[in-house]
């Protein structure tokens, strides 16, 4: 097997663990964080929130762990945009896990606050900043580093042709959707699974999971490939 196919194989099984890992974590946390007296609620589900931050780690080792992977296929065709790929990954990443951790700290004030050390109003306020610092490290880590990476990505997997260009195609035009709902998020215009802005993220979300498939499956496109070893010969 050749270093493209194990890093196509590799790479897909990254993409789908990602995924999963997210999907799995959201739907441990589910609606703790929703309720009236979420302070409350989270104490009451000190576990179901410990499995969702581990989730979210998982997730987010393994996406940042796809631009590691992929970083020296890209840089063959453009470096500079797969060098920007890895640095936007890591800045997503960067916020995700700056939030998963800001979970945590509310978990371990709303213990605080159900245990009534000092006065609750004090946990409130301290509660309610932290949950904002958690919403805003999602929706700047997830959606708009997020596009970004995507949209660099894809691009060069257009312009290199490693992938059949409808495939990067749809990742370009998911990407920039995902863009527009980061964006109506940080202007207030409804945020979370019941916005039906949130329908913005579904072509990216499935455009990823066919890709991984693909990789792990078909792999990169062999005649690109032997185009890049070609014009790796001719500067020798």
Known sequence: MGEYRKTGIIVGVLF????????????????????????TSVSAHGNQMIIA????LIAAISAFATSFMLFPVLRRHIESLAMGYVGLRLFENVFY?????????????????VAGAVDASYYQALGTLLLALQNWAVLIGTLIFFSLGSITLNYVLYQSKLIPRWLSLWGLIGAALV???????????GMGLTSPYALLAMPIAVQEMVFAVWLIVKGFNKSAIHRDSDKEKLTE
């Open 53 to 56: 931050v581990i989730f979210f």
């Open 97 to 113: 896990v700056v939030g998963t951790v800001g979970l945590l700290i509310i978990l371990t004030v709303s213990q605080k606050y």
């Open 16 to 39: 789908i663990i990602a995924t999963v890992a997210s999907i799995l974590g959201t739907l441990s946390l589910g609606s703790i964080l929703d309720a009236p007296n979420y302070l």
């Open 179 to 189: 863009l527009l709902y980061g964006l109506f998020g940080i202007f207030g215009l």
